[in-house]
DNA sequence: TTGTACGCGTTATCAA
DNA sequence: TTGATAACGCGTACAA
């Protein structure tokens, strides 16, 4: 293993010149600069993380605190991981998963939080590290998501775009900020076409979404469109109307959010809201190092665009 | 921040005790033990990782490499990892992801990979830390896994017991040591009670398990059971049936592997061969953590015993 | 059984 | 702009 101090000795330098190539390389002559880096190359220099946390204080460690109850949101956080991985990778950093199952203890440099509904605000708080959330929030916490307003206002406007006589919103029934945006973001499109609106709320199961269209069948109306908050719940819409032989997309419309596993898996496969989850696992990390970098420093919101994805859950063409 | 001298002071013994209390504590008079013991609980003692690791020439970072596309078997591997991270977060080990994303460098103490196909064994054996896989393999190499044989025997004598009159396999059409295993498992209860067997293989994508039955409704026969080696499959089956209306699980019966989401969102819910997953990830982590400990000696292989989980998917009393 | 001295690889401080 | 030194917290080797 190659070291500080045999960089220095091939480069005929100390050992602190070389540090200083790495930290603070603007410090240095280019010369000498240019010399170090040789030496690095030849010898294939790896820096010791373990030594430089020690002397930094640091552990180079960062906790993923995922909330949620595992089972209900999986197919989701394989790619978050993915992201927050990557961007941890660059600066040496790793992870420590903290679920339900280890709610454990041991240093680290900072928290990536998601899935914190309102009661958490409390002991989260309490985190003597910097934090930065995945997920919404109105409590001044630095957090990424996806533009939930501007993801339900894309499906709502392609909706009515495609045609659609009534457009309805199945939401989930949580008082949590992203539901009350991508709410909002149905409102403002349906009101911005003075169209009337109509909001259905369900626990975010799709046997939940399901039952109502089974119960309610009789009242459809069709050429209808359902917007919905998850591509659980329009999962089981589309399951619903298609135990009655519902033509999709011609008499009915659904269109999905997040875009993960569930819209593939569908028949006909989901038209949905696509959440940049991997570039948000990206950008969580990305704010956390930065914020741990700048001592704490709140590094407010981080909103990523979605993508519409096309299925064949909606017409896509005019009629 | 408390540090091993902290505590030595509190408990008037030279920090190299309080070491050993930590890690030869056969070593120490049980006397002083207990003093050491009472000083770190009332200094709230934690030790530096980073300080273990750079004398011990460790990193304490464990590397997860991730073969497959990420997109094909994401619900499956958050209970992995929950898994993994809880058994090494107890010897204060982290992890990093390595996928198909970022491909990188820096040292680690050991490997779990996940995924692995035969043409990866060369790369493999060239990894200079230990390993240890998730998935069989013939190859000598350590791992654990679902015991896959046993899982689909199961299955079958489950179906037999059923009464459903003819039992075939839809297996994936991938030449791996798990697909083989599952169907010997399949083949070998069916020999067993003497009866005909029938395999069918496809790509494991549900669509194109649906188009089977699509195709070939009009030669399938009723009182059919289908044990699938994934729950991809057994769900594109499940599909296909219901697209003509077939009586589930009266005329046709499906089983499917795995266990993970995709059997809970099926209409109705899958009968399937349940992998302990979450179980998987601690006996892989604990294997490796062994192996890292006994300078890589082979552990072996670990075969944990799945569970058959009943959905209405499969009748589920003797006609 | 317990303690002393030293080194692991790095960075900050201060002096040159 | 560069270098010498000390320090981070812990474990090994050796001495007592």
Redesign the pocket.
């Known amino acids: 293993?190659?070291?500080?101090?045999?960089?220095?000795k091939r480069a005929?330098?100390?050992?602190?010149?070389?540090?200083?190539v790495?930290?603070?390389p603007?410090?240095?002559?280019d010369?000498?600069?240019q010399s170090v880096f040789a030496a690095m190359r030849e010898l294939n220099?790896?820096?010791?993380v373990?030594?430089?946390a020690?002397?930094?204080?640091r552990t180079q460690i960062i906790k993923l605190f995922i909330l949620e109850d595992m089972d209900t949101t999986e197919p989701y956080y394989m790619n978050l991981l993915a992201g927050i991985s990557k961007e941890l990778g660059k600066e040496q950093y790793s992870l420590q998963l903290v679920t339900e199952h280890n709610f454990d203890i041991g240093g680290c440099d900072g928290y990536i939080v998601t899935g914190m509904r309102h009661t958490d605000f409390e002991w989260l708080q309490r985190l003597e590290r910097p934090v930065v959330l995945f997920g919404e929030n109105r409590l001044e916490l630095d957090y990424c998501d996806t533009n939930n307003t501007l993801g339900t206002q894309m499906a709502t406007e392609y909706a009515i775009k495609q045609g659609y006589d009534q457009i309805e919103f199945i939401g989930i029934n949580v008082k949590e900020p992203f539901e009350y945006s991508r709410e909002a973001g149905y409102l403002m499109s349906m009101q911005n076409h003075q169209l009337p609106t109509m909001i259905h709320r369900f626990s975010n199961h799709s046997h939940l979404a399901m039952e109502y269209i089974e119960s309610h069948w009789a009242t459809l109306k069709t050429n209808t469109c359902y917007v919905c908050a998850s591509d659980r719940l329009a999962f089981g819409i589309e399951k619903g109307l298609t135990i009655f032989n519902a033509r999709i997309p011609q008499d009915f419309g659904i269109i999905g959010f997040d875009g993960v596993f569930l819209n593939q898996v569908a028949t006909p496969k989901l038209t949905t809201v696509q959440q940049p989850i991997f570039e948000l696992g990206v950008q969580c990390a990305r704010m956390l190092l930065t914020k741990i970098d700048k001592d704490g420093q709140s590094q407010g919101i981080e909103q990523l665009t979605p993508t519409l994805s096309i299925g064949g859950s909606t017409r896509n063409d005019q009629l």
């Open positions: 293993m190659t070291t500080l101090t045999d960089v220095a005929n330098v100390s050992k602190m010149t070389v540090s200083r790495i930290n603070h603007e410090q240095v002559r010369e000498l600069k220099y790896r820096p010791n373990a030594a430089k020690l002397v930094n204080n």
